[in-house]
């Protein structure tokens, strides 16, 4: 199907271990975005991309990694899970600077 | 870094009332963007704004970039209960949302 998916939709994780959450995109957007929202906060940038290769940090990107081998997918790595990573993680992609399409969120539970 | 407030925090409001909302920045911006997000789902995009004074409309919703650049404003008409949700506002240039606005109508 067409458009932007994220995968999985909810995770739960012991601290310490790595977790990846993926996202997948079929418009060939340039950008794209992760995101997290705690509840009582707005929407956190936390990586995003504008081409393949290329990666830069947003406002909150300690304790992540990410990567875009692709144009299509932009997979973000938890490499060592806290509590304070519990969170809904939200993937978006763009084709300019203006308007993002975004996924359904992935909810994770890191206990 | 830019620093972007919006006002209110939360409302609640009656099933046909007009709602003004607002979204103020620390940096002159060169484009508004305003989302609104349904409960459990991502945001989605309701008007884009690209010049100061500039004054938009999508449906019962109109937008409008301030003249300082340092400001817009948000408005929707005769609110109705699917109006329910999160407001916010982002600054395309560097793709970082406000706070945002939670709006509740009461039938």
């Known amino acids: 199907d067409a458009g932007i998916t994220q995968s999985p939709r909810y995770k739960i994780t012991e601290t310490g271990r790595q977790v990846t959450l993926m996202c997948h995109q079929t418009w060939s957007h340039s950008y794209m975005f992760w995101y997290r929202q705690d509840l009582g906060h707005g929407l956190r940038l936390i990586y995003y991309s504008a081409a393949a290769d290329i990666t830069d940090k947003g406002e909150v990107p300690d304790g992540y990694v990410v990567s875009r081998s692709k144009t299509e997918n932009f997979p973000l790595t938890l490499e060592s899970a806290t509590r304070s990573q519990t969170s809904v993680y939200f993937c978006?992609?763009?084709?300019?600077?203006?308007?993002?399409?975004f996924g359904q969120g992935t909810r994770l539970t890191v206990v | 870094g830019q620093q972007l407030n919006q006002s209110p925090q939360s409302m609640f409001i009656q099933e046909g009332e007009d709602v003004s909302m607002n979204c103020t920045s620390s940096s002159i911006f060169n484009t508004w963007l305003w989302y609104k997000q349904d409960p459990g789902e991502g945001p989605v995009l309701l008007i884009a704004?690209?010049?100061?004074?500039e004054l938009t409309s999508n449906g019962r919703l109109t937008a409008q970039f301030g003249i300082t650049r340092k400001d817009s404003f948000l408005n929707i008409s005769a609110s109705i209960p699917s109006d329910v949700g999160i407001y916010f506002c982002?600054?395309?240039?560097?793709?970082?949302f406000g706070p945002g606005t939670r709006l509740s109508v009461l039938p």
């Open positions: 978006a992609s763009s084709e300019n600077r203006d308007q993002a399409f």
């Open positions: 704004l690209y010049k100061a004074g």
């Open positions: 982002m600054y395309g240039q560097n793709f970082v």
